[in-house]
């Protein structure tokens, strides 16, 4: 995962929970009133936690993974962000795939078929050897990461619609749980067995994620209601992105996104190494500064957003939001000066303030 994949905790925006119910039931009928089922929604749940966990339980430990591979710092950061760029080139190229295979088989094969990936992903990480290996791992993992946007198609298959923004919620919150718990899990675990130590635990987490999906995860999608045939258009990410592209006013939206998450994303994948290059910070105060973060980040969405949307507009809230990144940005430039973790602490909570501020308003 990047530090998206490890990671963020999983909060969609209105948009794309709706999209994810377009998609979900673009085949059934409108009076289809799903009744949701206990032991489902409690299968659901606790595979979405063990998601979270597994995914961020990595993060403190990547940079000294790679570190044996390399001669120099600057070299093994490099490393360190192919690594997380591989892993999104590799999921976006397999994300319609997977999307268009669970509307033609169902959710729970994906859903088995990614956790699955992910489980063999992480112990080839860990077993490591060579950084061709490293890399090798990462590359199953993004082929088969689909399992967040089945588990939110599996969630709008099995809850009907005017509930379902309610259970998105409940995904979000859970996964945000599993989240921060992950790093200074990994964290605490790498300091006392080694740095592979919690790619082995989060293989094992996931591959018990496997056992329990394929025996109390029941299937969500009837057969009357799958694809019948799959297109070639379908499985073509670039037909998409062409398509979302040309929505009017949602063009100019994406691209200050993108635009915004291109220094963001860069900076989270290399946060780690950062801290151990600057500060000489440990696997365990990595994973407890992730963790920290975390729960900044439910603070800022929980606390601080509504009381902003009561007193500004969805414009000043952005500009606002944009203002605390760029701000976080320069004291990260000065912490990198002057050797100040106050000031990396400082950008965090500015960072965390900007991502939860601009993205509730799209």
Sequence with gaps: MTKKQKFDII????????????????????NSKPTVKKHALFAGLISVFLIGIGFSIITPVVPFLVAPYVESSSSQAVIVTLLTSVYGICMFFSAPILGALSDRFGRRPILIISLLGAAIGFLIFGIGGALWVLFLGRIIEGITGGSISTIFAYFADI????????????????????????PTIGG?????????????????????????????????????????????????????????????NLNRLLLAAFLLFVPSGSLQAILSQFTIDTFSLKPALIGLIFSILGVQDIVSQSLIMPRLLRKMSDKQIALFGMAAEASGYILIAISALNGSFLAVYLRDVYFRIRRFNFWPVV
Excluded at 14 to 29: L, R, V, Y
């Design 11 to 30: 909060l969609l925006t209105k948009k794309q929970k709706e999209m994810f119910m377009i998609s979900s039931h673009q085949n059934k009928p409108s």
């Design 159 to 182: 809850t009907p619609s005017e509930e379902r923004t309610k259970y998105f919620g409940w995904i979000s919150a859970v996964t945000g749980v599993g989240t921060v718990m992950g």
């Design 188 to 248: 605490l675990i790498a300091s006392q067995f080694g740095s592979a130590a919690p790619l082995y635990f989060a293989a094992n987490i996931t591959f018990l994620n496997v056992i329990y999906a394929y025996f109390f995860l029941s299937e969500s999608l009837e057969k009357k209601y799958r694809l019948k045939q799959i297109t070639a258009r379908r499985l073509n990410p670039f037909v998409q992105l062409i398509e979302i592209l040309a929505v009017k």
